[in-house]
């Protein structure tokens, strides 16, 4: 009877453990938007920043929020959104191809049908919060976002970025 008892209890402690793993695994469903191919090649020089480690690009999530935070740390890599609209490629999603050098990203756009001009994946780790417009908020948390790849030109985080911003704040730039 003792054994009965203790198997019982096994099992059900080893069911409880799995009830609790597939509770816990809230991964979000999947967007339908995917990067289908990557090009990790950089050559010669560039006119923006290129990503900060080549090897990774293609491999951030597909569906980063838009815009916003006035500063970037980092170029993770540049994407080129090719728009499907109703025909059957990739199930009628849009999808991207990632790039680490800007210039191969534009000559790809430029030759691609139904492909939008390239954005660019910055990671932030100190930016500005807009929650409406002209209150602005200093955060010190990494954010990865895509911005329209001018929005670089200088918006490059120093260590007074945030505080220069905060004493003289400006409603242009990225938003």
Same mark, same amino acid.
């Given at each position: 009877? =003792?054994?009965?008892a203790i198997q019982f209890s096994a099992r059900l402690l080893a069911l409880a453990g799995? %009830? +609790?793993?597939?509770? +816990?695994?809230?991964?979000?469903?999947?967007?339908?938007? %995917?990067?289908?191919?990557?090009?990790?090649?950089?050559?010669?020089?560039?006119?923006?920043?290129?990503? %900060?480690?080549?090897?990774?690009?293609?491999?951030?999530?597909?569906?980063? =929020?838009?815009?916003?935070? *006035? #500063? *970037?740390?980092?170029?993770?890599? *540049?994407?080129? &959104?090719?728009?499907?609209?109703? $025909?059957?490629?990739?199930?009628?999603?849009? *999808?991207? %191809?990632?790039?680490?050098?800007?210039?191969?990203?534009?000559? #790809?756009? =430029?030759s691609t049908p139904n492909a939008e001009p390239p954005l660019v994946l910055v990671r932030q780790l100190e930016w500005i919060d807009?929650?409406?417009?002209?209150?602005?908020?200093? @955060? @010190?948390?990494?954010?990865?976002?895509? &911005?329209?790849?001018? &929005?670089?030109?200088?918006? @490059?985080? $120093?260590?007074?970025?945030?505080?220069?911003?905060? =004493?003289?704040?400006?409603?242009?730039?990225?938003?």
């Amino acid at each position: 009877m =003792k054994v009965m008892a203790i198997q019982f209890s096994a099992r059900l402690l080893a069911l409880a453990g799995v %009830v +609790c793993l597939s509770a +816990c695994n809230h991964e979000a469903q999947p967007s339908g938007l %995917v990067g289908v191919r990557a090009d990790r090649q950089i050559a010669g020089s560039s006119a923006y920043p290129l990503s %900060v480690d080549p090897n990774r690009v293609g491999r951030y999530p597909p569906n980063e =929020k838009s815009g916003g935070g *006035y #500063f *970037y740390d980092d170029v993770l890599e *540049y994407r080129v &959104w090719i728009e499907t609209g109703a $025909t059957q490629i990739n199930n009628g999603n849009d *999808y991207f %191809v990632a790039f680490a050098q800007y210039e191969s990203a534009e000559r #790809f756009s =430029k030759s691609t049908p139904n492909a939008e001009p390239p954005l660019v994946l910055v990671r932030q780790l100190e930016w500005i919060d807009e929650p409406e417009r002209g209150h602005f908020i200093p @955060k @010190k948390e990494e954010r990865i976002a895509e &911005w329209q790849v001018g &929005w670089l030109h200088d918006h @490059k985080r $120093t260590p007074n970025s945030i505080e220069e911003f905060m =004493k003289h704040p400006r409603e242009e730039g990225p938003q």
